[in-house]
């Protein structure tokens, strides 16, 4: 397994999103050695679900306000309809997408997160993967919609679903691992 010791990791949620394109990524990269936090609007306990029903609530590491690209090195945005549609109107959400776009940070987004992506203004031109009622959106936003298990485009990871899990998470990590902290110049750089 790659080392993520040094690798910082935020993770973008609020209530509606899916149970296990939380948990079971979240703890994939704390196995990994990834220093993860959870950051959602307020510091409430954020509403899980699984599909429909309600699932377990997670209680956020910090905030949203003042998010800054400085303090991570890749991102995790879960999926959830409700979770990532609210996220998208988000200003702060969106903001620091772009910088993490402009700055070639990892991105790591599952089911309905690229709909984040999409608002942020940074899917053109992209290849990835969602879950399929946002195809649409993607395609509108000038994307390449593909139907795989996991799609990996330069700095990004997508995947369409829960049952992608094992594939998102194998090579969530193994991108994340690419993009380490550069020991020389103190920003981001591939080690391959």
């Known amino acids: ?73 890749a991102v995790l945005l879960p999926g959830g309809a409700v979770n990532a549609d609210d996220l998208r109107t988000q200003e702060n959400v969106k903001t620091f997408l772009k910088e993490f776009q402009t700055s070639d940070k990892p991105i790591a987004a599952i089911c309905h997160a690229p709909w984040e992506l999409i608002s942020a203004g940074i899917v053109e031109g992209r290849s990835l993967t969602s879950y399929h009622t946002i195809k649409d959106d993607i395609i509108n936003a000038g994307g390449n919609w593909l139907d795989q298990e996991v799609v990996i485009d330069k700095n990004w990871v997508t995947s369409r679903q829960p049952e992608d899990i094992p594939a998102f998470n194998h090579e969530m990590i193994t991108l994340f691992a690419e993009y380490v902290p550069a020991i020389a110049g103190g920003g981001l750089g591939k080690t391959s």
């Open 1 to 73: 397994m790659a080392d993520l010791s040094n690798v910082r990791v935020a993770v973008l949620v609020t209530d509606g999103f899916e149970e296990a394109e939380l948990t079971e990524p979240v703890r994939a990269l704390k196995e990994a050695g990834a220093t993860v936090k959870i950051l959602s609007p307020t510091m409430k306990p954020i509403q899980g679900f699984r599909h429909h029903e309600k699932g377990a609530s997670i209680q956020p590491d910090g905030t949203l306000d003042n998010i800054s690209t400085d303090a991570y090195d």
